[in-house]
């Protein structure tokens, strides 16, 4: 079987813009999902955008969405790197990139979310409050960006249906 990404691009795209619902519930749903899928939570993002969306009154079906295209393995190192990076920036607790390294690989390499929650635990608290406080900073610019982004797309599409509907 071969893996043709051009093809899987255009499905997932074409599921995502026929979403139905209001513009705002649906961009509130993109925003959460960007917002939990950068923040270093992994073996929690599907309960958190699930939870946020119900509190919030987003989309579900967006936030998990693009939760999913947000954090991937392609960008697990990036984020939880610029997290690390931001957070011991922040606050007063300085610790090294190895500390956070034994959470990635065993993200990675283990997958398990039993492992994941021991490799969470090693760490120590004051490495996942860091990790926490430089992922939610670095999520904040990408959660405005794609809320005004995916509104103003979820507003055209529903324009662009309306006045089909017009013409027929």
Not at 110 to 127: D, N, P, V
Request: glycine share 8%; charged share 15%; proline share 4%.
């Amino acid at each position: 079987m071969k893996l043709e990404l051009r093809r899987a691009a255009r499905y997932y795209y074409l599921r995502f813009v026929r979403l139905k619902g209001h513009p705002g519930v649906l961009a509130r749903g993109v925003a959460i999902g960007t917002f939990v899928g950068i923040t270093p939570t992994i073996p929690f993002h599907t309960i958190l955008s699930l939870l946020f969306a119900f509190i919030l009154r987003g989309s579900k079906i967006a936030a998990l969405f693009s939760t999913i295209i947000v954090s991937n393995p392609i960008t697990f190192l990036p984020q939880y790197y610029l997290s690390w990076q931001i957070g011991n920036w922040l606050t007063p607790g300085k610790h090294s990139w190895k500390d956070v390294s034994i959470l990635i690989d065993a993200i990675i390499n283990g997958g398990k979310f039993g492992e994941t929650l021991t490799a969470l635990g090693q760490i120590g608290m004051e490495s996942l409050i860091i990790l926490l406080a430089g992922g939610m900073v670095l999520a904040l610019p990408f959660t405005l960006f794609f809320y005004c982004l995916s509104y103003m797309l979820f507003r055209s599409i529903q324009k662009k249906q309306l006045e089909k509907k017009i013409l027929k």
